[in-house]
């Protein structure tokens, strides 16, 4: 079964950097959409960003263009999410996701950005 | 990129029907487009998707949930209400700038 699992969370301070990775299973990583989405403590859920099937295409919400980038690696089965310029505001579990025609059919557990001093 | 609107709360009793409602614009919810979807969230988990393609239940996921657009707004009704269903409910939309947004959230609960 489809399988995703986040990893590279932790407390950064602000102005700093972080790289988060997705480690995925069970499914043909290569044929799908991959997505960020995030949620700050006690909110909603936020769309980052996604990155096409073949890597050719990314896109980002507007909150973190210019600041985030998102990548992958279809020979490891691994997405990247490079985060620079970190504030508070950045604090949130982040989540991958795998795309599958305009929805997100599976969902990781998520990993924890702190930015704080 | 604003966030569709969701209203913050909706209650039921055990058996009742509610309904959730997601306001967009015609650059997401009234799109051509059929890439709208619904999760459900319950705390300390990750969402969980509900409805695609508008009103499309993945398999395993009850009846009870359904999806429905007009115009510029979705909505996700559900019936026979239980306490199981007692979570956070998103909207999500692709959008005419090839993005996607989610809905404010809802938090539904069961009287």
């Known amino acids: 079964h489809v399988q995703l699992v986040e990893s590279g969370g932790g407390v950064v301070q602000p102005g700093g950097s972080l790289r988060l990775s997705c480690a995925a299973s069970g499914f043909t990583f290569s044929n799908h959409g991959m997505h960020w989405v995030r949620q700050a403590p006690g909110k909603g859920l936020e769309w980052v960003g996604l990155i096409r099937f073949d890597g050719t295409i990314e896109k980002y919400a507007d909150s973190v263009r210019g600041r985030f980038s998102i990548s992958r690696d279809n020979s490891k089965n691994t997405l990247l999410l490079q985060m620079i310029t970190l504030t508070a505001e950045d604090t949130a579990v982040y989540y991958c996701?795998?795309?599958?025609?305009?929805?997100?059919?599976?969902w990781g557990p998520g990993t924890l950005v702190t930015v704080s001093s | 990129q604003s966030a569709l609107t969701q209203p913050a709360s909706v209650s039921g009793s055990p058996g009742q029907s509610i309904t959730i409602s997601c306001a967009g614009t015609?650059?997401?919810?009234?799109?051509?487009?059929?890439?709208i979807s619904w999760y459900q969230q319950h705390p300390g988990t990750a969402p969980k998707l509900l409805i695609y393609g508008v009103y499309k239940r993945p398999s395993g996921v009850s009846t009870r949930f359904a999806g429905s657009r007009s115009g510029n707004t979705a909505s996700l009704t559900i019936s026979g209400l239980q306490a199981e269903d007692e979570a956070d409910y998103y909207c999500?939309?692709?959008?005419?700038?090839?993005?996607?947004?989610f809905g404010t959230g809802t938090k539904v609960t069961v009287l």
């Open positions: 999500y939309s692709y959008t005419t700038t090839s993005t996607y947004v």
């Open positions: 996701a795998m795309e599958d025609v305009g929805r997100l059919d599976s």
């Open positions: 015609s650059s997401d919810i009234g799109t051509v487009y059929n890439y």
